[in-house]
């Protein structure tokens, strides 16, 4: 039953590997590259990890692909820049809560659990975008039985693929979510879906009536992912449907006008609590102080280069993992390869390409949650 707090492990075939009913808690510990899994949970194991950055593996966790993993909480972590970022193929339970899940290249979750209750495997309250596929639900290859989960009060947004994709013999819980600019923003082959009060633009929801999912077309752009909605906190996107535990009221969209909230201790008035909650406002991002480092620093022709973005604020705080980065180029020659890497620690990566061969210049508008930071001149 340890307590891990504050490594840094890079490499291997598993940063943790938590195995025979170990418990433990792991805290603002990175665990980076590695090879099979970022944490691989096994045997009975039920760790908690909280406040850990898990990145640039094959699978961020893995929840019981070597044999049952135990009771799993996963809570206030960042999962960036995995191939699938969890990966739940057996467990006992799985609390899966207040986490950034963002750029896993093939899918944010996976749930492929035989659990026969809602409440064995809960995905709540997290922010789930830019992923190849934000949460699949597969039914078990092999054992005709259906998989269950319970994903309620996620924001799941700009994913490549589905943002749900539920197959055929699975039974869910899809409630109280933002489900919004996703290709498609859920793909459904289930005969047991319980869906209400969700926001989506998308009318292929398959509803169980009477109708209560919500269909506003909202908008997840921009500063969406740290937005209350209001316009206020630095940010100018009104529209973003992305919503504050702390506010009194969340979106003036007709038919947001019905309990139960999301937070039962946060009863905000006059409208439903969707999606998901951030502890704090947005916070307002500084251009003066935002650092923006090119390298290499000396440039050369035809060349490939990598722009680290720290994001910060008025008083030269990191504001971390979460804010949307975006980068424009004036040469017509200049592309940037999507996406720009949310690394998890504050710092985000804008891989810049140029195919001229002479000598010349360009000039790069960088935005943070839609402030412009000074513009960068490349000469090479």
């Known amino acids: 039953n340890p307590s891990i707090t504050n490594i840094n492990i890079v490499g291997g075939a598993h940063s943790l590997y938590a195995i025979n009913n170990a418990k433990g808690i792991f805290t603002n510990n990175i665990f980076d590259n590695a090879t099979t899994a970022g944490a691989e949970i096994s045997g009975g194991a039920s760790p908690t990890l909280t406040n850990n950055i898990i990145r640039n593996s094959n699978i961020g966790v893995s929840l019981g692909a070597i044999s049952k993993a135990g009771d799993v909480t996963l809570k206030d972590n960042k999962i ?39 409440d064995a495997i809960k995905i709540h309250n997290n922010l789930i975008g830019e992923n190849g596929q934000g949460i699949a639900v597969l039914q078990d290859a092999i054992v005709s039985t259906d998989t269950y989960a319970s994903i309620k009060y996620n924001t799941i947004g700009n994913n490549l693929g589905a943002g749900v ?26 005969l047991a879906l319980a869906s209400h ?6 009318l292929s929801l398959p509803i169980i009536a009477p109708s209560t999912d919500i269909y506003a077309n909202p908008e997840i752009i921009g500063s969406a992912y740290l937005s209350d909605g209001s316009g206020a906190n ?35 008035t006059g409208a439903l609590d969707l999606g998901y909650h951030h502890t704090n406002p947005a916070p307002i991002i500084s251009a003066t102080n935002t650092t923006v480092v090119v390298s290499p620093a000396v440039i050369t022709t035809n060349t490939s280069i990598t722009i680290a973005v720290t994001p910060k604020d008025a008083a030269g705080n990191v504001i971390g993992a979460g804010v949307f980065v975006n980068a424009v180029p004036t040469s017509p020659n200049a592309t940037i390869a999507p996406p720009i890497i949310d690394l998890g620690d504050g710092t985000y990566q804008i891989h810049y390409t140029n195919t001229i061969t002479t000598s010349s ?20």
């Open 80 to 118: 960036v820049n995995n191939s699938i970022g969890i990966d739940i193929a057996n467990a006992t339970s799985a609390t899966i809560t207040n986490n950034l899940i963002r750029g896993n290249s093939a899918k944010g979750v996976k749930v492929g659990n035989l659990n026969q209750t809602f």
């Open 361 to 380: 210049t360009d000039t790069l508008t960088i935005t943070v949650n839609h402030v412009v930071l000074p513009v960068v001149t490349l000469s090479w």
């Open 197 to 202: 009060y969700n926001l989506t633009g998308d």
């Open 234 to 268: 630095g940010n100018t996107l009104t529209v973003s449907p992305a919503v504050n535990a702390g506010a009194d009221t969340t979106l003036a969209i007709a038919g947001l006008t019905t309990t139960p909230y999301a937070q039962a201790t946060v009863a905000d």
């Open 165 to 190: 994709l539920i197959d055929t013999y699975t039974s869910i819980e899809l409630h109280y979510n933002i489900i919004a600019g996703n290709a498609p923003d859920v793909s459904s082959a289930s």
